[in-house]
């Protein structure tokens, strides 16, 4: 068999679009839909949201889901990702929401139609309010509620979905909520990030082995498939690393990377992850028979969210000003390229490293690209005469070194098996509102969401449909 060609795709390789409920639905009421904390967060401090334009934006899919289905299939996309909002399929009773299931069934259903696949995952940093309330991730009994939760929405759409994902980026809530505090509640505590962390895995690993059970019972189709889906970055340090600069290597990989995939892959957590952790006074809150969940957290595949690298050194400090641990600090590497719009270092080869990491270390794991995508601020100033936004400078490159790198991969041997691109339709994205937009379909507020095509969509229709990357 000869080697793939390094511009070409396989003839089964997808190509699908990937958002989120949050990000898209709108309708923050609608439906019996409860309060979230992004909900929570708008109605505190709509302030913190660019444009103040907070969490009961969207981008008008839940209005406009036909449409977009078909939208996305005129471009030549076969698939979608996109999540259930727990908080707007289950009441406060924990109980399913009709209303919400109805939505739902609707909204899949219309996909199906127009030849696009719904892909769904469980959880994408939205917990319903009253949950938070009652202690979040840190509270087991929060953890039992999302098994819950996973259980009723396997029970209901099980015989209409193929493709399931139990978290989206598990990494970040941990770290925006609880360390870095960037996102509501604010906090500054390792020791909470890391125990919110656990409780996640927990989570992951009870609705991975319900899965397992419907599936066997046959509330779940045959065909079915569980993942997760991580926001993975491939770990760098500076040439001539000092003993102290790889281990900050080790302990970076070992909490955003290594942590997820030997779950997914093992049920178990690295152990020299964990023994570190403790060994700098956070301890995780192991209960006994918690080893005995976490085994079940083994999936069927994994979504690899890729934006950058992780580059890192030695820390200067021990402790930050918060008074937690330090295990790394950013090292800015000088050849960096940067997108000035979100900060972010720019650098395909990441993704085909990353790929080749999987194959040694876990040869086993099918995958795919499950988020990539460039956001960039104010694109709606660079119209062409037909008042379309003219990005093919920045937006066309991007992917397709991206898809350079994932065909190079192939070609030695990666599981790779497609490739979704963040946000084809302009989107909503947290706090950032619509600050940078990643579609490319512009998604235009002062004219009631409507959409039109970027100059760049062309180009992606060629590449979906022909496989071939010019």
């Not at 979230?36 to 209005?63: C, E, H, K, P, T």
Request: hydrophobic share 40%; proline share 5%.
């Amino acid at each position: 068999m000869g080697r793939q060609n390094p511009s070409t795709l396989p003839s089964d390789f997808f190509f699908g679009a990937a958002m989120s409920g949050p990000q898209t639905e709108g309708m923050w009421q609608a439906h019996g839909k409860l309060e979230n904390l992004w909900d929570l967060w708008s109605n505190q401090d709509i302030r913190a949201f660019y444009n103040r334009v907070g969490s009961y934006a969207g981008n008008d899919m839940g209005a406009r889901y036909a449409d977009d289905y078909r939208l996305l299939r005129e471009l030549g996309l076969t698939s979608m990702r996109t999540s259930i909002q727990w908080s707007r399929l289950m009441d406060a009773d924990g109980k399913l929401n009709p209303a919400g299931a109805d939505f739902y069934h609707r909204l899949f259903a219309a996909a199906h139609e127009a030849g696009v696949e719904p892909f769904v995952n469980l959880y994408h940093f939205d917990m319903p309010t009253y949950l938070f309330r009652r202690g979040g991730w840190e509270n087991r009994e929060v953890v039992e509620a999302y098994a819950n939760y996973a259980r009723t929405a396997f029970a209901e759409f099980g015989q209409e979905i193929t493709y399931w994902f139990t978290f989206n980026e598990p990494i970040v809530e941990p770290e925006q909520r609880y360390e870095h505090g960037a996102w509501y509640p604010f906090a500054h505590n390792a020791a909470r990030a890391r125990c919110v962390q656990y409780g996640i895995s927990l989570a992951h690993a009870l609705a991975t082995d319900t899965f397992r059970g419907l599936q066997e019972s046959g509330v779940v189709r045959a065909d079915a498939k569980i993942g997760l889906i991580n926001c993975f970055t491939p770990p760098y340090t500076r040439e001539n690393p000092s003993p102290a600069d790889l281990e900050a290597v080790r302990m970076a990989d070992g909490i955003g990377n290594r942590w997820w995939l030997d779950l997914v892959t093992k049920g178990t957590l690295p152990a020299d992850v964990v023994d570190t952790l403790a060994s700098r006074g956070i301890v995780l809150p192991v209960r006994a028979g918690d080893k005995d969940i976490l085994a079940r957290g083994v999936v069927d595949w994994l979504g690899f969210n890729y934006y950058q690298p992780n580059r890192v050194q030695a820390p200067e400090h021990d402790i930050d000003e918060y008074g937690n641990p330090c295990f790394a600090q950013k090292y800015v590497w000088p050849d960096a390229v940067i997108n000035k719009s979100r900060g972010w270092e720019i650098y395909p080869k990441g993704i085909y490293d990353f790929a080749m990491t999987m194959t040694r270390d876990y040869p086993q794991l099918e995958w795919f690209v499950s988020e990539n995508g460039i956001g960039v601020e104010e694109d709606r100033a660079l119209r062409t005469a037909d008042g379309a936004i003219d990005d093919l400078a920045y937006r066309v490159p991007f992917v397709r070194d991206h898809l350079l790198w994932i065909a190079r991969a192939i070609a030695d041997g990666a599981r790779c098996r497609g490739y979704h691109y963040w946000g084809v339709i302009d989107c909503w994205s947290w706090n950032n509102a619509y600050k940078n937009r990643y579609g490319f379909i512009e998604v235009n507020l002062q004219d009631n969401y409507s959409r039109k095509l970027k100059a760049s969509a062309e180009w992606l229709r060629q590449v979906a449909t022909t496989h071939v990357i010019e």
